[in-house]
């Protein structure tokens, strides 16, 4: 029995693999599959990787893309969820601020410096043409961390997943001013070299089973109602994102998306250089 570890955020986009892994379908493959819930984002997920604690993780593309960059010794092997994530922008319920325009000089709670929610505030900012040199930044670890950084005024606005947030937008604690939705597919599945290089066909069974399982995920039956009680979500939520939201149907990931995202990381500042993209990338499927 091969032992992996997968991580990922405890988000309504990662209950394909609860599916998987409740119907134990990794042990028909000889493969002991463990999740891990991480709370923190990608940029605690980056440092998972790096550290050998996981072995796959589900990661927004932007950040694994950029840690890749810095030296993360992983690959991408493909999509996950290829449509945009939506990224509400937040503010406490009673701040004064009213519109994007009144955030430009304001403290920005994020998870992690290389999480998604520092490199998408620089994407936004980047879309108003504000300084980027000028951005201030919290770290406030997740997403708890950012309830009370923006209820006790350590930070004036925090950007997380749209429909993730929308309790506590209905429930008061926080505003919605408006959404950021990224500039590329939002998940990518990240894997360790290590993992490749010895068990790779341990990788390419875990992605046959999880894109079997998603590629009929909104067909089944009740989906909508599961999720929504599942993630205490209103029912028309989870509809409206089941509605948008679009899995990899296999299909692995190619150079030059990774081109792509590089040139417009470059463009908003989040990178320094481009570089070949052959080497953040591993097709499973040659």
Known sequence: M?????????EHFNYPWYITLKNKEYTKHNINLRWQDFHGGTGQ???????GTVDIAIVLTEGIIKDIA?????????????????WGIHVAA?????????LENATIAISRYGSG??????????????????LKFNVVKDLQGGIDALINGSA?????????????VDNGIFRRIDDCPTPWPC????????ILNQNPEAVKNVLNVINETT????KIKGIDVILAKRYEQQLEDIKEWLSITEWNDGKPITTNLITRIQNKMITFNVIDEKKNSKGFIKNMYI
């Open 156 to 168: 004036d606005y925090f950007m997380w997943e749209h429909f993730t947030t929308k309790p506590y």
């Open 94 to 102: 009673k701040s004064s601020f009213k519109s994007i325009s009144d």
């Open 70 to 86: 810095a030296g993360n010794p992983s690959k991408i092997v493909q999509t996950y969820v290829k449509s945009p994530l939506i």
């Open 187 to 194: 998940f990518v599945i990240a894997v360790r070299n290590e």
């Open 45 to 51: 997920m980056c440092k998972a990787l790096r550290e």
């Open 117 to 134: 929610s520092h490199l998408m505030a620089i994407v936004n900012a980047y879309n108003q043409g504000w300084d980027i040199s000028n």
């Open 2 to 10: 091969i032992n992996l570890k997968v991580g990922g955020v405890p």
């Open 215 to 218: 590629k009929y995920f909104k």
